[in-house]
């Protein structure tokens, strides 16, 4: 079995169980805020099951950004595309969102930029503490790069 696959499956799979979690947190909010929930037994089983199968598709995307082969903006492609489609098609399952063209741009939107800001966040982080390890780790060998 692929590496990445593999990878992909254990991460998904460690993480998969705090999606359900979310959704009955979510759904604790609503009633605290008196928000009037009618579900019955199957949606909440299926709030469970798309819950479970969005974490473990968020978790085990993550993997994409350890390919090398790949480029930056293909690993960040693939990796948004599949988290976007497990929460669209797990959104509207759930009727979280109607089917609704207007509605459809609002959540695209959201989810693009929250997506990317969050991934670019991450990316400067990333790059900054590496900046500030490579001078520690220069001034430390003395300044000379060959040792």
Do not use: C
């Not at 460690?14 to 979510?26: E, N």
């Amino acid at each position: 079995m692929n590496k990445y696959v593999r990878s992909f499956l254990h991460r998904g799979l460690i993480f998969s169980g705090l999606g359900p979690v979310v959704a009955g947190i979510v759904y604790l909010i609503l009633e605290l805020s008196h928000v009037e929930i009618k579900i019955n037994g199957f949606d909440l089983f299926l709030a469970i099951i798309t819950t479970y199968i969005i974490a473990f598709v968020q978790a085990g995307s993550s993997v994409f950004k350890e390919i090398e082969t790949w480029g930056m903006a293909k690993q960040v492609l693939f990796q948004m595309t599949s988290i976007y489609v497990v929460y669209f098609v797990g959104y509207l399952i759930n009727h979280w969102i109607p089917f609704n063209w207007i509605v459809i741009v609002i959540f695209t939107s959201i989810f693009v930029a929250t997506f990317l800001s969050i991934w670019f966040t991450a990316y400067f982080i990333s790059k900054k503490v590496s900046r500030k390890l490579n001078e520690r780790l220069l001034i430390e060998n003395g300044g000379n790069e060959n040792e």
